[in-house]
């Protein structure tokens, strides 16, 4: 798209050399004699290019009107040699740059385009912004239920303060959603947001992930690198599946919750840091709690305002609104033709147990509209995962037994080796097979006399 900029030059002569210049680099011009002939001019500029002394109102005048009605137009000053203060002070109030008489057209084409390319970076910056905090209104994270709606009234009244936050919900239930939610409303909202997923940082390189190292601190830490509580520093640390942190970890997040400080790993030096801190966990930390594989201290800390997110089974009125949304949001980003979907689809979806839930929903809708052949998804477009339903608790105590001969601690034993062997001996994976926390695994093992250490940073 074409860039307009405005000419404003009481000098006739060279006003019409800029306006032929920029003619001639491709750019729209408009030009004015004075500052109240580019006034009607100003909210179709790209870029305003002024003389600082015009015949009445003056280039600063104008500067302070086009920033009432655009604060991210750029507007370049033009000024005589003896007026660089001058320009000095505009630039205060401001202005982009200034442009001293006499000026080659090169250094004006210079000028010219680095403002541009200044403004098309703080539009982008803008529009991006715009965009993140649209995906997390609340009118992006679906749900009609009253439980949903219980839910965003609490994200409202704790989002402003910084109380720590305790999310608890099965995989998939919208924790990272709510998690951003509750950043986006706060006073932190443009400082930093740092996700740690402590499911996936390896026991032995949690503590120099999470509060960082110095130079030298183990083998191969060649340079100083900071942790991600000090890359949150001033936003807000979200710590998804915090059960899965390890005790000696966990001494160290109390310190953090409690004083605000740590050190690096290798360090004596104490940080000290402002960090809003949200967790998130898909276990039962209580169950964590009497199995002794998570802190009592710690837990009470975080759970200053616990928020429990329904699975998508618990509150079936919002599959229809999220299948709707999913149709809308993924049908443009596809390239598919489906606008809409039946109420007969909607149906065969409400019949089905969501094991995955709100993820698993997005996904079989991804994967029904690029399957889908027509402008309606139809149950025939459904392609739903063929996993068999749980059953119910009733159904489970009629069919319970142990296998003959064994105890109940002999089968669980034997389902957790079975699990170390699939898993190839790897803790993380295993205790992901069995639905435990990495740290309820590990009690299980020492309480079998199988756990083995993690190795070190040598």
């Given at each position: 798209?074409?860039k307009?900029?405005l000419?404003?030059?009481?000098?006739?002569?060279l006003?019409?050399v800029?306006?032929?210049q920029?003619?001639?680099?491709g750019?729209?011009?408009?030009?004015?004699?004075s500052?109240?002939?580019?006034?009607?001019?100003?909210?179709r500029?790209?870029?305003?290019?002024?003389d600082l002394?015009?015949p009445a109102?003056s280039g600063?005048?104008l500067l302070?009107?086009?920033?009432?009605q655009?604060a991210?137009?750029?507007?370049?000053?033009i000024?005589?040699?003896g007026?660089?203060?001058t320009a000095?002070?505009a630039?205060k109030a401001?202005?982009?740059d200034?442009i001293?008489?006499?000026?080659?057209?090169?250094?004006?084409?210079?000028v010219?385009n680095k403002?541009?390319?200044?403004?098309s970076?703080?539009d982008?910056?803008r529009?991006?912004?715009e965009?993140?905090?649209?995906?997390?209104q609340?009118d992006n994270i679906?749900g009609?239920s009253?439980?949903m709606q219980?839910?965003f009234?609490t994200v409202?009244?704790?989002?402003?303060t910084r109380?720590?936050?305790?999310l608890a919900?099965?995989s998939?239930?919208?924790?990272?959603l709510?998690a951003?939610?509750?950043?986006y409303?706060?006073?932190?909202r443009?400082?930093?947001?740092?996700k740690?997923?402590c499911?996936?940082i390896?026991e032995n390189l949690?503590e120099s992930?999470?509060f960082?190292?110095?130079k030298?601190?183990f083998?191969?830490?060649a340079a100083?690198?900071p942790g991600?509580?000090e890359?949150?520093d001033?936003?807000?640390?979200?710590?998804?599946?915090?059960?899965d942190?390890?005790?000696?970890?966990?001494?160290?997040l109390?310190r953090?919750l409690q004083?605000?400080?740590?050190?690096r790993?290798?360090?004596n030096?104490?940080?000290?840091?402002?960090v809003?801190v949200i967790?998130?966990?898909?276990v039962d930390?209580?169950a964590?709690l009497?199995?002794?594989?998570f802190?009592?201290?710690?837990?009470?800390?975080l759970?200053?305002v616990?928020?429990n997110?329904?699975?998508?089974?618990?509150r079936?009125e919002d599959?229809?609104y999220?299948?709707k949304?999913?149709?809308t949001?993924l049908a443009?980003e596809?390239?598919s033709r489906?606008?809409s979907?039946s109420?007969?689809?909607i149906?065969?979806?409400?019949?089905y147990h969501w094991p995955g839930n709100?993820r698993?929903l997005?996904?079989?809708i991804e994967?029904s509209?690029?399957?889908a052949s027509?402008?309606?998804?139809?149950p025939?477009?459904i392609?739903?995962d063929?996993?068999?339903?749980?059953r119910?608790?009733?159904?489970?105590?009629?069919?319970?037994g142990?296998?003959d001969?064994?105890s109940l601690?002999?089968?669980e034993?034997?389902?957790?080796?079975e699990?170390?062997?699939k898993?190839?001996?790897?803790?993380s994976q295993?205790a992901r097979?069995?639905?435990?926390?990495?740290?309820?695994?590990?009690?299980?093992?020492?309480?079998m006399g199988?756990?083995t250490?993690?190795?070190n940073?040598?």
């Amino acid at each position: 798209m074409t860039k307009r900029i405005l000419v404003v030059e009481d000098e006739d002569k060279l006003r019409r050399v800029i306006q032929l210049q920029l003619l001639s680099a491709g750019f729209a011009v408009d030009q004015a004699a004075s500052a109240e002939e580019a006034l009607p001019l100003l909210d179709r500029a790209d870029l305003v290019l002024t003389d600082l002394k015009l015949p009445a109102m003056s280039g600063q005048e104008l500067l302070a009107v086009a920033h009432r009605q655009d604060a991210n137009i750029p507007v370049v000053m033009i000024t005589a040699f003896g007026s660089v203060e001058t320009a000095v002070e505009a630039m205060k109030a401001g202005a982009f740059d200034f442009i001293p008489k006499p000026f080659s057209l090169d250094h004006l084409m210079q000028v010219v385009n680095k403002a541009l390319e200044v403004r098309s970076l703080r539009d982008e910056n803008r529009d991006l912004r715009e965009q993140l905090g649209h995906r997390y209104q609340f009118d992006n994270i679906i749900g009609r239920s009253r439980a949903m709606q219980e839910i965003f009234a609490t994200v409202m009244r704790v989002a402003p303060t910084r109380a720590t936050v305790l999310l608890a919900g099965e995989s998939g239930v919208g924790k990272d959603l709510i998690a951003r939610a509750i950043h986006y409303h706060s006073p932190r909202r443009d400082r930093p947001f740092v996700k740690i997923n402590c499911t996936a940082i390896p026991e032995n390189l949690m503590e120099s992930e999470l509060f960082g190292y110095e130079k030298g601190a183990f083998t191969g830490a060649a340079a100083s690198k900071p942790g991600k509580f000090e890359q949150a520093d001033t936003g807000t640390a979200f710590l998804d599946e915090i059960g899965d942190v390890p005790g000696n970890i966990q001494v160290k997040l109390l310190r953090v919750l409690q004083e605000r400080e740590f050190e690096r790993l290798g360090s004596n030096k104490t940080l000290r840091i402002d960090v809003r801190v949200i967790a998130a966990t898909n276990v039962d930390l209580r169950a964590a709690l009497e199995q002794g594989t998570f802190r009592e201290d710690l837990y009470y800390r975080l759970n200053v305002v616990p928020i429990n997110i329904p699975p998508l089974r618990e509150r079936r009125e919002d599959i229809l609104y999220l299948a709707k949304h999913f149709v809308t949001k993924l049908a443009g980003e596809l390239g598919s033709r489906v606008t809409s979907i039946s109420q007969a689809a909607i149906d065969a979806l409400m019949q089905y147990h969501w094991p995955g839930n709100v993820r698993e929903l997005e996904n079989v809708i991804e994967r029904s509209l690029v399957l889908a052949s027509g402008l309606t998804l139809e149950p025939a477009d459904i392609r739903l995962d063929d996993m068999p339903k749980a059953r119910s608790s009733s159904a489970q105590t009629a069919g319970f037994g142990l296998p003959d001969g064994m105890s109940l601690d002999e089968y669980e034993q034997a389902i957790i080796r079975e699990a170390m062997k699939k898993a190839n001996g790897n803790k993380s994976q295993a205790a992901r097979l069995l639905g435990l926390t990495r740290n309820a695994l590990r009690y299980r093992l020492s309480q079998m006399g199988m756990d083995t250490p993690e190795p070190n940073h040598t």
